[in-house]
Antibody, heavy 120, light 106 residues
Framework: QITLKESGPMLVRPTQTLTLTCTFSGFSLSTSGMGVGWIRQPPGKALEWLAVIYWDDDKHYNSSLKSRLTITKDTSKNQVVLTMTNMNPVDTATYYC????????????WGQGTLVTVSS | DIQMTQSPSSLSASVGDRITITCRASQRISNYLAWYQQKPGKVPKLLIYAASTLQSGVPSRFSGSGSGTDFTLTISSLQPEDVATYYCQKYGGAPYTFGQGTKLEI
């Protein structure tokens, strides 16, 4: 059974850097084909894909946010970390950690999500 | 980047109705399309991948079709528990863009 859980601050001040950690179980990110990604959803709005990292350390980012995002993995800890710089109130959203299946980059397993509010 | 456009944005139907949601890609994406269901206050759930393959455990009243740029999600007989927002997502190459969602009400 695959589980993912997001952790990080609930409140971030404008201009600060957000660091979110995804801790997962049920698979290894060193296994060929595996990947972990991040998706966010502002309150009442649509899903927005942010980033994904693969077993071979290949990484992809949302084009509009690429300059602000960094995704890394710690295979030994079963963790993936997403950092987003220069946070703004429009970045207020629920941030989901997701598992990428080996057949393609779609997401069959999701974390519960963590609401991050950006406010002074 | 390839854009994904869903229609309609919202839809009201009756129990037992057959409903169809459309997703259009701005460029051809073969069959690299997934559909998700998000019930109110819940985490999104994968329904369909590869445009028409039903994820394990998803009721057979859900089906998907399409290839290239035009895709559809069909619910053959709408049930009360199908009230949700539905999203399409393209894959096969980054970025892995979602549609804007279709809110389905009864």
């Amino acid at each position: 059974q695959i589980t993912l859980k997001e952790s990080g601050p609930m409140l971030v001040r404008p201009t600060q850097t957000l660091t979110l950690t995804c801790t997962f179980s049920g698979f290894s990110l060193s296994t060929s084909g595996m990947g972990v990604g991040w998706i966010r959803q502002p309150p009442g709005k649509a899903l927005e894909w942010l980033a994904v990292i693969y077993w071979d350390d290949d990484k992809h980012y949302n084009s509009s946010l690429k300059s602000r995002l960094t995704i890394t993995k710690d295979t030994s800890k079963n963790q993936v970390v997403l950092t987003m710089t220069n946070m703004n109130p429009v970045d207020t959203a629920t941030y989901y950690c997701v598992h990428r299946v080996t057949l393609g980059t779609y997401f069959a397993s999701w974390g519960q999500g963590t609401l991050v509010t950006v406010s002074s | 980047d390839i854009q994904m456009t869903q229609s309609p944005s919202s839809l009201s139907a009756s129990v037992g109705d057959r409903i169809t949601i459309t997703c259009r890609a701005s460029q051809r994406i073969s069959n690299y399309l997934a559909w998700y269901q998000q019930k109110p206050g819940k985490v999104p759930k994968l329904l369909i991948y590869a445009a028409s393959t039903l994820q394990s455990g998803v009721p057979s009243r859900f089906s998907g079709s399409g290839s290239g740029t035009d895709f559809t999600l069909t619910i053959s007989s709408l049930q009360p528990e199908d009230v949700a927002t539905y999203y399409c997502q393209k894959y096969g190459g980054a970025p892995y863009t979602f549609g804007q969602g279709t809110k389905l009400e009864i």
